[in-house]
């Protein structure tokens, strides 16, 4: 029972671009989420969370938008640069120190 | 701040024999670890949830007998995969909560190779 899903497993977008990273979860619980950046071989890295009273967080270039009516959280990053390449997961929990579920990721190329 | 290391990054070993990879939180006190693994193109799965000086709490369908975990230490858990098999073969990853915020901070993580 996947509750966190990622449906794109892949995105292609222009350098200067905004890429837009989708999620969907099922369980109602969740109460804060989270988004990682992971590259291969190597763990994941944080980098912007929202709460589930809040329904947008921005830090820099990525902000992250939640509408909990939909379950629906998404990932904006503008402008994409190349370095943004990576594998993207969205992450979910149901309290301050519980455990996280993770989406199945989206991997993002971010092209010339 | 909040770095987490794991060691070894890599290892190698026969089927049958054990492994030991270690988690440390380097600048903080993590009363609570986690360990993942990861399998080629899919998601990180939760094995266990690890608490300093009690048990560690296994996810279902996790053979808590063939992977120990100890935390024994506020910046140190310990995963040893017991009579590895070339299945147990996959990314071991490692992850610390702090006690100032919700986020979870990952190792670089292990790849175990069983033969």
């Known amino acids: 029972d996947q509750q966190v899903k990622q449906n794109s497993p892949s995105l292609s977008v222009q350098e200067g671009r905004i890429s837009i990273l989708n999620c969907d979860y099922t369980?109602?619980?969740?109460?804060?989420f989270l988004w990682y950046k992971k590259y291969p071989a190597e763990g994941p890295t944080f980098l912007i969370s929202?709460?589930?009273?809040?329904d947008k967080n921005e830090d820099g270039r990525f902000t992250v938008f939640l509408n909990k009516s939909a379950k629906h959280l998404s990932l904006h990053i503008v402008p994409s640069q190349p370095g943004d390449s990576a594998v993207y997961f969205c992450a979910a929990n149901t309290g301050t120190a519980s455990k996280l579920t993770f989406g199945t990721g989206t991997r993002l190329q971010v092209t010339l | 701040g909040a770095v987490v290391s794991q060691h070894p990054s890599w290892v190698i070993c026969k089927s049958g024999t054990s492994v030991k990879i270690e988690c440390r939180s380097l600048?903080?006190?993590?009363?609570?670890m986690f360990w993942y693994r990861q399998f080629p193109k899919q998601s990180l799965m939760l094995m266990a949830t690890?608490?300093?000086?009690?048990?560690?709490?296994?996810e279902q369908g996790v053979e808590k007998d063939k992977f120990l975990i100890n935390h024994a230490s506020l910046t140190l858990s310990t995963l040893t995969v017991t009579s590895a098999h070339p299945e147990d073969s996959s990314f071991y990853i490692c992850?610390?909560?702090?006690?100032?915020?919700?986020?979870?901070?990952f190792g670089p993580g292990t790849r175990l190779t069983v033969t």
């Open positions: 992850s610390a909560l702090t006690d100032l915020s919700y986020e979870q901070y």
């Open positions: 929202i709460s589930s009273i809040k």
């Open positions: 369980n109602s619980m969740f109460d804060y």
């Open positions: 690890s608490n300093e000086g009690s048990k560690a709490t296994y």
């Open positions: 600048d903080f006190q993590a009363t609570t």
